[in-house]
């Protein structure tokens, strides 16, 4: 790429995350646009938000292994780290039609906070990600239907993990663990035989 051509994509995308910590709003419109290729173009094809299954899919396409993360993590755990990371998100069905729904599904604003946390937290990883996924696929701006452009410049984004966050999302895993622990607890402390009376 020329450097003509490099300083107009420097200049369209501007620095991805604001000093709040939240994305700018052209990486906003970009992260929608990457909700909404994945909700569409992503398999399954029949499920239309953004499931651990989808999500798993789309972090190999971009050249990621988020499998363990997505598709071995229980459904209530992974609906507990996305309600403390401040991702929005749903309840979908599961396999069983009786049983209540419990899939955590991100909605696109989810998935805008989600993906802004993770590039937070590890640049070295995300940054790549975001890079294959403008490349590889036609990424659509939901705020006017044109097609972003195909290059994410470096500069755009964080080249070293944000220490604020990094503390923040330590915390966390700290009361993650800590309701894992005491979920255990509570299971193991219940005793059926009693609860119903003999």
């Known amino acids: 790429m020329g450097s003509n051509a490099a300083v107009a994509a420097s200049e369209y995308w501007g620095y991805f995350v604001r000093p709040d910590k939240s994305p700018s709003p052209v990486f906003e419109q970009l992260l929608l646009g990457i909700a909404n290729y994945i909700n569409k173009e992503v398999a399954p094809w029949d499920i239309q938000c953004l499931t651990p299954t989808k999500l798993a899919a789309f972090y190999r396409l971009v050249g990621g292994d988020y499998d363990s993360f997505f598709l071995e993590t229980e459904p209530p755990s992974l609906s507990f780290i996305y309600q403390s990371l401040g991702c929005y998100h749903t309840l979908q069905p599961c396999d069983d039609p009786c049983a209540p729904p419990s899939t955590p599904a991100l909605t696109p604003q989810g998935f805008v906070r989600w993906q802004t946390v993770q590039l937070l937290l590890q640049p ?10 403008v490349k590889r696929f036609e990424i659509t701006n939901p705020s006017d239907g044109g097609p972003f452009p195909r290059r994410l410049p470096k500069e755009a984004l964080p080249s070293r993990p944000d220490l604020e966050m990094t503390e923040w999302e330590k915390d966390i895993r ?25």
């Open 124 to 133: 070295e990883a995300h940054v790549p990600f975001l890079q294959e996924a």
């Open 174 to 198: 700290e009361r993650l663990l800590l309701e894992v622990q005491a979920s255990q607890f509570r299971r193991a402390s219940f005793n059926p035989t009693t609860a119903l009376g003999d």
